[in-house]
């Protein structure tokens, strides 16, 4: 323990602890921007210096420890000024056009320039210029926004372990940029959306298609369907200052109706049969001596992660289509039918929380005759934006059920937005297939949380089976090494490229706090705990479609629509 | 043709990162796109990041050198002595920017930070040669020189490459 003194303050700090932490948890705020927690830090951006007593410069707080008898100032006139010089010269090499950017009221160099009172341009000189990146269906990339903090490389680098983006070049050329500066949708990027979430202005963000489903809207002759992923559920109410955790489930389909949509379906119902398929797959596969380990196959960043990586490897990955593209292939067969509407009229549009659902809408793997399975796919933050657009006051918003037969669900596929819920939910699916009976206990803890690879052993009549849920692509080299040579014990892999699964997707609210995502991922565990059916099987409409149109999973019919293959990207 | 310069170091180690990048280097004159891909594979290491390291470093280049180098001197006595304008007059002429190659392929500009001939600044060499106290009116000549002292080959008249 050390004792040091900021601001006058007597503060008691841990050994080893830097200054930033100390004054946090004297709850004295020093504003960041380089710094992002629990990745050893840098000192890049300077924003964070203090003055220590026998110190002749500034010091970056968030890469000094602490030690005994430290007085520290935080916020001295030479602190603020040299701190307010940072802000100025970041401000005037930046475009300086809030008014129209998508980041606008939510920028931490805007923030910033507000707290430490910018007002006039003084240092008015050349401006760097770079163009827009829009290669790709899911992500824009606008350097000349970029403060080059550094927070994108790191998490790409070290948190998610994909490498695709990185310092070039130096001084006033600096770019954070691919390989030859040659577009995101080229490049490895698996379009995860992790470093959106960590950009402290809007030089990453997503490609909006707002304005595709408002003119899909707009349009009579088509009938628009929206279905909303379990994750955006318990995270979109935070947008409209709601306590951290609000299930606006019923809030949101009375929304979306009132913005024009004809159906409001929930993308849970085809997790229910996503867990048909994939356990009935996954049976399949152990039965007749198949390739084993099973992966998921739900998170298109993991899908395009292992097509650029370990494309040898594809035969391990589950053909089931995601959720959200089973639902749109139903939509456009058997209810189109149903309902007696030309499939080609049928407009759908997923609310994801995801950014890389909106390059997988776009795969040619995922259409039947030039027709896409999805035709647009709005990530949580675009439709709070086109909420507030049409006008819509969400908090007041009277809760309506979702339409039929495609919006029924369990339990088991609420928990599909975090990771380790399609493990869980595949787990409960597949112990009635096998054995006929039911669980005792329908929670597994120990693949619950945010740990890198969560391991759970099951003995199903009288045999072990062994599953494991990769929490975050960055932790997923070792088991694909396993796998690779042979030495892997699993049977059934789950892996989603995010940490912590859809509840943390790159098409989240932004937010750098990660107290926030346990507090979304507690309000899907608690919807399915109050469920009263939580098996996938049980889900009354997923049998009416078999009945009536699959007859059984992994029919030759469930295969031509509710299936798909996907192939190498490696160069 | 590179390959042999994998055999001098141990794969997956990053700290020979550069050590590789030189030797790809000495051999084409440049690093070519399929080359950096390979050391990164070899170092275990992102393109990104390797294609980082090539593009902070002055010593690497990413495209061929030209049959001509104009080197332009930048340092502090040639900038007093008007090497800026030096500089844009070469630009304009060759059309190119500082840093880049003709499409013909026949120069290279580039600036250097000083040569240490600061006495008959401003100074650029062309090729080994160096034109020390030069004027803006004089470059359409010296390039001129050039092209009639090494005509364009003839493979590259027939549009070879």
New interface residues.
Partial sequence: MAELTINNIKVNAEDGMTILDAAKSAGIAIPTLCHIKNLFPTGACRICSVEVEGQRGLIPSCAYPVYEGMVVETNSSRVRRARKTIVELLVENHPQDCLICVRNKNCELQDLSAQYGVREHRYSGEAKDHAIDISSPSMERDPAKCILCGRCVRIC?EVQQ?????????GFQSIV????NKGLNI??CILCGQCILVCPTAALRERSQTKDVANALGDKKKFVVAQIAPAVRASLGEEFNMPLGTDVTGQLVTGLKRLGFKRVFDTNFAADLTIMEETTELINRITTNKTLPMFTSCCPGWVKYIEHNRPELLDHVSTCKSPHEMEGAILKTYYAKKIGVDPKDIFVVSIMPCTVKKFESSRAELSEEHMPDVDAVLTTRELVRYFNMAGIDFCDLPETEFDSPLGESTGAAIIFGTSGGVMEAAIRTAYNTLTGNELDTLEFEQIRGFEGVKELTVNINGSDFNFAVVNGIGNIAKVLDDVEQGTSKYHFIEVMACPGGCINGGGQPIHQKPEKVIKRIKALYEIDSKMIFRKSHENESVKTLYKEFFIEPNSHKAHEILHTHYHSRK? | MHKQIFEKYPPKDKSNLIALLQGVQEIYGYLP?GA??EVADFVA????????VA??YNQFR?TPLGENVIRVCRGTACHVCNSANILFSLETNLGIKAGQTTRDKRFTLETVACIGACSIAPVITVNDEYYGKITVKEIPNIIKKINLAKPVADKQKAGVK
């Fill in positions: 680098n994909v490498g695709a983006i990185d310092f070039t070049k130096r940029t691919t390989p030859y490049s490895d160069k | 796109e950096l891909q290491l992102p393109l990104s990041r390797v294609y980082g593009t902070f990413l």
